[in-house]
């Protein structure tokens, strides 16, 4: 004899009838080879692949010497959501001629935590880089050609590089910035023509910044 069975939840002292949820999967990371590798500096990169319906997504790395990692850098929320958005982050204290291993990682609110694989990278053991090339200006300003300035006297230097990690409306902008023992402010500027960069991104501060050869960078979204 068959039975037929129903099965209620109570919600607040009223019944409904029980609707399965479907799950909702983790966004899926992806950890992508460091690069301006330095005597203590690198740039950390990933891209994030969110499913549908994943809520806030919030990402990091994980870094250290061996694969116990130890130290998180970069958390930051993720404003931009695709199957190939690009993640970076400069991590700097770091020792001189030592491995790091990293990876990325994702949580979101619907979907729980991903990470990515462990990568691992270097760091260089050279001498410190000498000054890049001299303006006689207060503001130096790397052109879009990627030519370097010098700064006269005690004023910074900077070197723009060319961007990386481009998707069809995200991308990753470089420099490379010489304090010279002077504390900078530092920032990105961008648009859409050479002679008209109205927009500004990747804002940072050097307080008391004794080296040089400094790796910079700045995540550009919705384009």
């Known amino acids: 004899m068959l039975k037929k069975l129903i099965v209620l939840g109570v919600v607040g002292g009223l019944s409904a009838s029980y609707m399965p949820v479907s799950a909702v999967e983790p966004p ?3 950890t992508q080879p460091a690069d301006f590798v330095s005597v203590n500096s690198a ?3 990933a891209s994030i692949a969110t499913p549908r319906g994943s809520g806030n997504v919030y990402v990091w790395f994980e870094i250290g010497t061996d694969e116990n990692f130890g130290r998180t850098v970069g958390y930051q929320k993720l404003y931009t959501k695709s199957q190939n958005t690009p993640v970076a982050v400069i991590v700097d204290n770091l020792s001189a001629n030592t491995e790091y ?3 990325g990682a994702a949580q979101s609110d619907a979907g729980g935590t ?3 694989e462990a990568l691992s990278f270097v760091t260089q053991n050279a001498p410190k880089p000498a000054p890049l090339p001299i303006t006689p200006t207060g503001t130096v300003t790397g ?4 030519t370097e300035i010098r700064p006269k006297g005690p004023l910074p230097g900077i070197k723009t590089e060319p961007a990386g990690l481009i998707s069809t409306q995200s991308g990753v902008i470089y420099a490379v910035v010489d304090p010279n023992g002077t504390a900078v402010e530092v920032w990105f500027e961008w648009g859409t023509r050479a002679d008209a960069l109205s927009s ?3 804002y940072i501060k050097y307080v008391n910044q004794s080296a040089n050869g400094i790796p910079w960078a700045a995540i550009l979204g919705e384009l």
């Open 200 to 202: 500004q991104a990747g």
């Open 114 to 116: 991903a990470y990515g």
């Open 101 to 103: 291993y990293f990876r």
């Open 43 to 45: 740039v950390l990169h």
């Open 28 to 30: 899926a990371v992806r």
């Open 143 to 146: 052109p879009v050609s990627g």
